[in-house]
């Protein structure tokens, strides 16, 4: 039982804890820190598999930016616990039962795959270093770079159509 | 040339017809269109009467198999004179009758003429399929828009119901297809298939859905009289008239000879007694309607279900029959429904209660409408006797039968119940005593006349020298009977 | 470290967000849930990545790279879609003053 | 590649053009001509004549087959423009954005017309999407708007996340991204990635509306815009269906049958909700998205046929299918009143709209002479000719029959019925084009290797 | 040289040309030229007719065929016309009768209006047409077609005064009845033709005979052709159970009944069966069926005229009876004396029903002959005429009646004493009946209105001549068929017949006992006139009660037949019409409609709106499917 191991089984245990109390909390800000948790012990587990650059990228753009976003937008809405009407007991137990279940099916059919043996690669292997990364990325890949462009075009005109207030005023049940 | 004539001619004046806007203008043109096509028809049984003229045969959907083949044998001659003499009578007979938008009234007859003639010229399965469904959707419109007042359902049901048939026939006709040695539609190579008597059975139940629903067979005729008497007569002519022929035609040339197997299990059992009890059943009930137009569309079914069974016993005799039946049958139930259109049109209603006594205004109507009426019921020296003769000889004599001592005496009691039925609607119209409504009736005009007598003459001709009809449909028959022979595939 | 752990724990985390885009009605959350999904699918695939580079290095050095970068894209797309989407929800908002999934349902049957 | 790039580049003209240009007319001839030059463009590719050099290193392969498809879907699109353009102005004030995101889902109609790399496919339709969550909110006043976008856009990118597991399952077990490489020759299909194919199934599913993914179509077709409905649920939905067809294809068509059943399943619950739901509708708009799911159930027949009928036939019906579904919306649009009472009596007032809107409806119907016919002819023939699955072509049939129902129920208030369907005035231009797409339809429904023979030679 | 006779369609041609002319010009003609049309083109086939009949007498048989009418695969029938002595005698009788009755008629139908006129004598001509091609016809289509054209024909013209419903019914009823039997007939033609692929009379009688090789009747086939054959002979020739038309068709005009209802349409099933004697000679079975058949239908018949009022029911019921002493000739093998009878009794019974119409038409329609009696002295020659029917018709020498009906009498006897006995009181009661028609209208007080007995007077000569040949023909008609007991080389008409009907020479009885038959008969007869003199020589009116009732109401048998056949096939039709078309058949059709309409109402609520359960529903159907695809699927 290396330090590997401890690490993996600590890393593991922590994400699930947090990624259960994110579903689980009432009150929405703390679900956000509990994401943000989770997503700390992802990049850990990146770099437990020596990938450094996402585990840096994780922590800059999710931990970073986008939980930055979604805190911001709930103190824009400031949301209180009990401003969250809650489901139906049943619904939430039928939601519950549902992904339970899904994870049981999807781990029995794969625990017997056929990969069981096979062993992923930790704490050595460089592929997951910035400079191969960038290479890969800029001589192969520099397609779909090009095109991930696009898409944050789109994004960007989508975010500034949705969010600039709209001057005349219409009737909320217009036919269109 | 001829075959491709027979479809153009009314399709192109169809549509040209829709931009004719005065209402005479029309009628005159589609007479003229319908007159034409009549005259191509007749020349195509006369003096162009060779393969160059009557087949016609073109590159159309080559990665489908499909090619577009039309042409003309002696059974679709026949059929084909039919419905080129249908129209022009149709035309004539209803001259008088004010249509709303008549320009498209005519046009949308002229198309389902057009529909008409590719099913009866088809040399290809899919170009059949196709001309099937295209003879349907105007017959749709003209019902809905000028029908009755209970119309649009009517007609919807109709629609729905045998749409539901043709795509099963579709399936069935695109299993056949895949089936092929070149898989090709071309009805040849339908002819030379000969698959396992299993999926011969289940190929038989999905085209033959699309065939009883048209013609229709018992339990499958519930859309009939609805659609009978909801539609403008006119079109109730075709329907009656032709349409209902398709059904027939189609077993005869697509059903029997390409699933001779699938016939044979079915055709002699299940069907002919089911077309029997059918005759019996529409008999009965033709006995009970008030409404013409509901007691002739039951004495239809009632006909049709002897010709399903004389095509089951599998022989010249009864095929034969068949055939000239199917054009004898034609032409009488049109001469009946003009009768009925006159008599709606004169006194506004078609219920036998109300009328009475017409013998005594309407002479001439009265003489015709009797010798119709007894063609109806196959009275000897009447084209539908030979045609009735023929099959009951042949069913009788057909090899191939298993319940004939059923359907025979079964069948029989329609010749009597029939002219039970038919005697009474002459009786409840034309004799008796005139009532306040027949009294102001008066004779029937000149075009009338001209279309009935024709008629009249047509049913006499054919009652006294049917054999240049039996002639003509002879080599067909063989061939067919060639083809669905079952005994060899049997002793295999 | 066996591949199947990592598989199972991201299914967990899978089936954890799935869990709760189910249970949870604040659109946030949900799409919160919905993260953490993506994130269970991105450490999986690193862990593949890494999978495959032990068994195809040696014939070829940049083996399993294509799984970080796919990684990569990911985040990029769901940048992306965070921005649109919390638009959407802000424009909700706006006009319901709530973000409550189940407020809206005149678009039913 | 050409119309990739043109397509973005334009998309980038459009949106500064919203700053520029004020006139809507000019902004409306400029995003139609930029199209054309988009489809000039494309169709030299199709011709052979590329403008640029670039390596795709095995990401995009541009074949006949792609560079077609995504040809006839801008030229659906180029007709969407001509005949509705103009009802865009209705819907916000951001009237150049809203081309410049069409163009950019254009851009990802392309790409995942010619993907060959998951990662692509995966961009490609996030590029469709995330612009499309915004043009289903674009009006952002109506709260059916808003929440047609809010159901889209959490729908979706739950069903992106399946996506993603689906593919990372498959790349686990194949260690590549590349179609061709997915599965290697003579293997057995391993468990996780048989996972993986079925969890792509359910996303891919999901974006062709098919049942039971289906559940955000009708709402969210209800509630957009009635004009990017009618770009959705036609160009879109064809897009979504190539990339489909195209992943298992190329992918994984030699385990084709270990997946199979579960797309007949599919297919069939498609078939079945979506034609009975369309029955008992009010609203003529909500009736179409239902529709578009029962049509949805037919495209999915060639994922089950898999040969060349199948494929030539997914063409001629991702074109019969949108063509007669454009023109209806463009007609609804019209419309003052979206129920089917709207229509009683529109033949009395406009002939022409009501004669084009039946060869539609005819077309979808599958009634003979229409392309409609012939695409649902193919794709039963394609069925029939795997030898099993005649259940299935049965249902089909009777679920076409059933279609009839709701399809003529409109044909019938067009007609048959007395009323004040008093529509739009309506400019002759449009009476021009739409006329133009219902003889199209028509032409395709007697010479479909006009289309169809573009695939070889 | 093709045979002379091959003009043979000459006959049946003139009628079908007058036919035609008046049918077109029945607005154009004056009723004069129309009499003289109609009848005239029936005397020219009646002259050509005894061409022909001198022709076949010098042994000149001949099959005149015209046309194919029907060929396919091997069936091929020939429109042909067959002349022999069976058909040349039927010809002289249908056109002599025809044409005395067509001249009857010109003056008897004298006050209907010009076209109801016009329309008569061509419905007359139309008649004798089809008439004609029945006993020409030289095979059983043809002669099928004959048969239903007559049918047809005795339809239209009972149904003349078509105002009155009752006449419609009637004929209605004619025409029904008549199909019943049709179907027979033609079912039995279909048999014969899936057994000999033939319907020429010559070649099938061959078969029958055995003469062709490879082909041949089984004993079963012979019984049951015969017996459907017979079963149409019924319902043309009123035989039970199918005679009840023949009373009703009395609704037609007199003449009619007549010529249609007496002396020609009915004798068809006898003409047919006489034509095929040689099938029935071969079947026993079957000639005891027509025996007994025949012989029931007489007595019936008999009994039930007892008790009519209606002076053309009787004869009608006579006739009936007539018919039925026919059928017994024919069962019991006697087939010439059963067209020896026909010839007489078509001379006597039209007699009869002209004398009838004659004082119809002196009563100005009064048939009821309770208001009738002492004519005798206003209408002379239409009482000595109807005199001379009654004494022929009860069979008194030396009237032609007597020799025939002795000729059937003497074969049944000699088939069977108990039979003849029988056979004898039927005679009885027809003396008795006719005699009482007799008294009653001719003798005693008048019983009339005042304004019937100014109206009375004799009829006009051209109604009267035609009672006066007739009369004749009835006294004189029975020389062709005078036994050999009485002069030698006599049976003229069996001779003369022989080529048609094999005869059977051996006579079992002798002379003495044939002797003694005839006087017993005679005797009795007598006796049984003298009875009816006394009882009915001046009338009185008397109600009947008990069996009288049961005779009076003709045994109850039409409301038996409505009891048991009509209402209850009408009750089904009505069942199926009303609940079964409505609720099952239309019922399943609509209900597939209601049910795609229910559950497309149960789908829309899986569209709650909500995305919590879109959401939830796509992971349950993900869930569903995996474990499908890793569990379920093998």
Redesign the interface.
Known sequence: MGVTQLLFWFLSLLALISALLVISSKNPVYSVLWLIMVFFSISGHYILLNAQFLAVVNIIIYAGAIMVLFLYVLMLMDLKKETEPQKKRWVKLAGAVAGGSLLLVLVAALKKADLATSMTQTREGDIGLIENLGKLLFSEYVVPFEISSILFLSAMIGAVVIGKKEQPPKSPEGGL | MIALLLILIPLLSGLVSFFLKKENTARAWALFSSLFTLAVSLLGLTLMNNEGNLHFKTEW????GSSFSIGLDGMGQLICLLTAISFPIIFISTWHHVYKKAHNFFALMLLSQAGLMGVFLAMDALVF??FW??AL?PVY?LC??WGGEK??AAT??F???T??GS??M??GL??L??QTADRSFDITSFYNLSLSGNSQNWVFLLLFAAFAIKMPVF?F???QPDTYEQAPTATTMVLSAIMVKMGVFAVIRWLLPVLPLGSYAYGETTVSILAVIGMV?AS??A???NDMKRLIAYSSIAHIGLMVIAIFAE???AM??VMIQMFNHGIIIIGLWIIVEIIEQKFGTRKLSDLG?L??KA?VMALLFVVIA?ANIA???TNAF?GE??M??GI??SAVFKYELFI?PAA??C??LG??YM??ML?KV????TNTLTASGTDIRLNEKLVLGVIVILIIAGGV???PF?DLTKETTELILKESDVLPLLNK | MPINYYIFLSLALFCIGMVGVLTRRNAIIVFMCIELMLNAVNLLLVAFSKMHHLKNAVANASAGGDGQLFVFFIMVVAAAEVSVGLAIIVMLYRNVRSVDINFLNRLKH | MNALIVLAVSGVVMMFSGILLKQKNVIRVLAITLLFLAIAANTLALCGIQFFNIRLNGMLNFDRYALLFSNVLMICTFLLFLLSARDMEKVGVHYAEYFALLFFVLCGVVLVSSFSSLLILFLGIEIIAIPLYVLTGSDKRNLKSNEASLKYFLLGAFSTGIMLMGITLVYGSSGTFLLGELIPPETKPTTLLLAGILLLIFSMAFKVSAAPFHFWAPDVYDGSPTVFTSFMATIVKAAAFIAFIRLFYHGFRSFHESWVFIIAIITVLTLIIGNITAVFQQSVKRMLAYSSIAQAGFMMMVLLAMNTTAM?GLLLYAVAYSLSTIGLFAVLIKMKDYTFEGFNGLAKYQPLLAGTAVIFL?SLAG???TAG?LAK??M??AV??T?SY?WL??TA??M??VS??YY?RVI?AM???EGEAQPMEISSSFKWIISFVAFLVILLGIF??LL?RWIYF | MQNSLQIAWLVPFFPLLGFLIIGLGRKYLSKSLTGVIGSGTVFLSLLVSVWIFFLVKNENVHVAAY???????K?VIPFAFQVDALSSLFLLIITGVGFLIHVYSVSYMQQEAK?HFARYFSYLNLFIFSMLLLVMGSNF?IL??GW??VG?CS?LLI?YW??D?GN??AA?KA??MN??G??AF??AI??I??KTGAVNFNEVFAVAQGQVEGKSFSANDITIITLLLFFGACGKSAQIPLYTWLPDAMAGPTPVSALIHAATMVTAGIYMIARCNILYSMSDVTQDIIMIIGLATAILAATIALKQNDIKKILAYSTVSQLGYMFLALGVGAYSAAVFHVMTHAFFKALLFLGSGSVIHAMNGEQDIRNMGGLSKKLKITYFTFLIGCLAIAGIPPFSGFFSKDAILLSVFEKNPVIYAIALSGALLTAFYMFRLLFTTFYGSFRGTEEQKSHLHESPVAMTIPLIILAVLSILGGIVGIPEVFMHNGEKLKVFLSPVIAVSTEHSVSHSTEYLLMGLSTGLVLVAILFAWNKYRNYKKITEKGFGKLLENKWYVDELYDKLVVNP??K???F???VF?KQ???G??NGV?RFVNYSSRQFRLMQSGQVGNYVLLMVVSILLLLVFQFYLKK
Request: proline residues 4%; glycine residues 6%; aromatic residues 20%.
């Open positions: 959907l080559p990665d489908l399929y196709f469904e295209l959707v419109f809905s828009i119309r649009i919807f049901k629609f729905v119901y749409f539901i795509l099963l579709l399936v695109i299993y297809q895949s339990p005729h519930s859309w059943y009965l009930l006995m009970r309607q022989n010249k005799t034969q029959g006594g013998a005594q002479p007894l009275l000897p020296l030979v003769f023929l009951f000889t009788f004599t025979i029989g009691l010749i009597i002219a039970v005697l009474n009786q034309l004799y008796g005593n020298y049917p054999q039996l | 030539e005819l009634i003979p002479l016919f002819f193919y039963l023939k029939v000719l030898g005649l072509v049965i049939v009777v076409a029959a009839v129902y003529f019938q007609y048959f019925k479909p290797q169809i | 046309f194919n009418f029907i060929s396919v695969d069936l076209e289509v099928f077609i239903e054209g047809l339809y149904g078509f105002k419903n419609n019914y209605r025409f029904i199909r019943i049709d179907l033609l079912v279909f048999w033709i899936s096939i009408l089904f039709a009505g199926l019409n009303n078309e099952v058949v239309e399943l059709v409609g």
